[in-house]
């Protein structure tokens, strides 16, 4: 099938999908996408179990399409500059040691706590893997998806200073644990490795995307600075996400981080010296229209992505095991980041409780793990970590504002936080 026939099926199914919600369900228009994709892969399934022979068609359309190269090399640039266009910058720098510290420090802690325990339990439910690809599963399952949360937040109505931690972390910690994850993979072929092999690889992808995505930022800039033609400086920010995703490949540097960090550049200094009031008007419904239709797409494609998993009873179980697992990990992670900066900054009980239930996982955590080499091993990988997306999405995801509601923290309170 070719790619306009793929596009045109999947934006078709995201209309219908996204119509019944807001005609039933009622949902968050993510949330609701991915839960009607869901139901509908479901019944396929059950239709295909009957004789109708459905799945089998669907099955095939689902797996000519790469999920791991359509969000990591495609969508995800996109995305990720969507959002951090909107991004405060003097905001987010307030924040900066405790933002930057959750999502690497945190991040760490997190993947290594979820990989370590995770060996020892998914073999206490009667499914042995290997360590490495524990660690793996640690690492792609512990960043908060930035795409997953910002929609959650819009709906949660958090107040700033919170919703800037949870999405400032969200925004750099995929970064982090994508370099992660790719350090990681990258030892599974060798017999032996050290420290520094490790340390290198993690500063070229890490430090080498800031680098790209300052650099590339700032040409960008220059750029915008000596037009004044909306058409021409929405085709730049497009160029610029679209080549610094590219060079970021060529160069084995980290083409989330170097995005974000391009996109908060444009977003602030950007928006503030190079763009006139009509291009920022015309920018921001561009790039707002084209995050809405991004994320269309990709709910659905979670959602229809099941039909690809591999129900055997020690997945689910495991799957089902990992969700408590991964929880505990985020909430110690936030735990000992809290503890820390209690000494420079004022937290509440509730905010640990917040930041824990409200970092979602979601699209990454599922292509990351179907970039993973062929193998048992990664049927297993795949198939927990999507029965742990699909609950911190509809469970997590669906829940966080009430979460917030019963916190009990006066919003001016929250707001100094």
């Given at each position: 099938?070719?790619?306009?026939?793929?596009?045109?099926?999947?934006?078709?199914?995201?209309?219908?999908?996204?119509?019944?919600?807001?005609?039933?369900?009622?949902?968050?228009?993510?949330?609701?996408?991915?839960?009607?994709?869901?139901?509908?892969?479901?019944?396929?399934?059950?239709?295909?179990?009957?004789?109708?022979?459905?799945?089998?068609?669907?099955?095939?359309?689902?797996?000519?399409?790469?999920?791991?190269?359509?969000?990591?090399?495609?969508?995800?640039?996109?995305?990720?500059?969507?959002?951090?266009?909107?991004?405060?910058?003097?905001?987010?720098?307030?924040?900066?040691?405790?933002?930057?510290?959750?999502?690497?420090?945190?991040?760490?802690?997190?993947?290594?706590?979820?990989?370590?325990?995770?060996?020892?339990?998914?073999?206490?439910?009667?499914?042995?893997?290997?360590?490495?690809?524990?660690?793996?599963?640690?690492?792609?399952?512990?960043?908060?998806?930035?795409?997953?949360?910002?929609?959650?937040?819009?709906?949660?109505?958090?107040?700033?200073?919170?919703?800037?931690?949870?999405?400032?972390?969200?925004?750099?910690?995929?970064?982090?644990?994508?370099?992660?994850?790719?350090?990681?993979?990258?030892?599974?072929?060798?017999?032996?490795?050290?420290?520094?092999?490790v340390l290198v690889l993690f500063?070229?992808?890490?430090?080498?995307?800031?680098?790209?995505?300052?650099?590339?930022?700032?040409?960008?800039?220059?750029?915008?600075?000596?037009?004044?033609?909306?058409?021409?400086?929405?085709?730049?920010?497009?160029?610029l996400v679209m080549g610094s995703?590219?060079?970021?490949?060529?160069?084995?540097?980290?083409?989330?981080?170097?995005?974000?960090?391009?996109?908060?550049?444009?977003?602030?200094?950007?928006?503030?010296?190079?763009?006139?009031?009509?291009?920022?008007?015309?920018?921001?419904?561009?790039?707002?229209?084209?995050?809405?239709?991004?994320?269309?797409?990709?709910?659905?494609?979670?959602?229809?992505?099941?039909?690809?998993?591999?129900?055997?009873?020690?997945?689910?179980?495991?799957?089902?095991?990992?969700?408590?697992?991964?929880?505990?990990?985020?909430?110690?992670s936030v735990v000992v980041q809290?503890?820390?900066?209690?000494?420079?900054?004022?937290?509440?009980?509730?905010?640990?409780?917040?930041?824990?239930?409200?970092?979602?996982?979601?699209?990454?955590?599922?292509?990351?793990?179907?970039?993973?080499?062929?193998?048992?091993?990664?049927?297993?990988?795949?198939?927990?970590?999507?029965?742990?997306?699909?609950?911190?999405?509809?469970?997590?995801?669906?829940?966080?504002?009430?979460?917030?509601?019963?916190?009990?923290?006066?919003?001016?309170?929250?707001?100094?936080?």
């Amino acid at each position: 099938m070719s790619l306009i026939h793929t596009l045109t099926i999947l934006i078709c199914l995201a209309a219908l999908f996204s119509y019944v919600n807001h005609r039933l369900l009622k949902l968050p228009i993510t949330i609701g996408l991915m839960a009607v994709a869901l139901v509908f892969s479901l019944a396929l399934l059950v239709l295909g179990k009957l004789g109708f022979g459905i799945e089998a068609e669907a099955k095939r359309f689902i797996g000519a399409i790469d999920f791991n190269v359509a969000l990591m090399h495609g969508m995800l640039g996109f995305l990720l500059f969507a959002g951090a266009l909107h991004v405060k910058l003097d905001e987010l720098w307030n924040l900066k040691w405790v933002v930057g510290s959750m999502a690497v420090v945190g991040t760490i802690l997190s993947s290594l706590i979820t990989g370590l325990v995770g060996y020892w339990l998914f073999d206490l439910v009667g499914l042995p893997l290997p360590l490495l690809y524990c660690l793996l599963f640690g690492a792609l399952i512990s960043p908060t998806d930035p795409i997953a949360v910002m929609g959650a937040l819009r709906q949660a109505r958090l107040p700033k200073a919170l919703e800037m931690k949870i999405v400032g972390e969200s925004l750099f910690n995929d970064g982090v644990g994508v370099v992660i994850f790719l350090v990681i993979l990258n030892l599974v072929p060798k017999d032996s490795f050290t420290v520094t092999d490790v340390l290198v690889l993690f500063a070229e992808e890490a430090i080498g995307g800031a680098v790209l995505g300052l650099a590339l930022g700032y040409i960008a800039y220059r750029m915008l600075r000596s037009v004044d033609n909306y058409q021409v400086e929405i085709l730049i920010t497009l160029a610029l996400v679209m080549g610094s995703f590219a060079l970021a490949d060529l160069l084995h540097t980290s083409g989330p981080i170097a995005v974000v960090v391009a996109g908060l550049l444009i977003g602030n200094q950007g928006r503030q010296w190079a763009m006139s009031e009509k291009t920022r008007e015309h920018l921001d419904n561009f790039w707002e229209l084209l995050d809405e239709l991004l994320n269309a797409v990709l709910f659905v494609l979670i959602g229809l992505e099941v039909l690809m998993l591999s129900f055997q009873r020690s997945y689910l179980v495991a799957g089902l095991v990992a969700i408590p697992l991964v929880l505990a990990a985020r909430w110690l992670s936030v735990v000992v980041q809290v503890k820390v900066f209690r000494f420079v900054q004022d937290f509440s009980a509730h905010t640990i409780t917040i930041l824990t239930w409200g970092g979602l996982r979601g699209g990454i955590s599922v292509a990351l793990a179907l970039s993973l080499p062929p193998g048992a091993a990664r049927d297993a990988v795949v198939t927990i970590t999507y029965v742990v997306v699909v609950f911190s999405i509809l469970v997590q995801g669906l829940t966080i504002g009430r979460v917030v509601a019963c916190s009990g923290i006066p919003p001016a309170r929250l707001a100094q936080e």
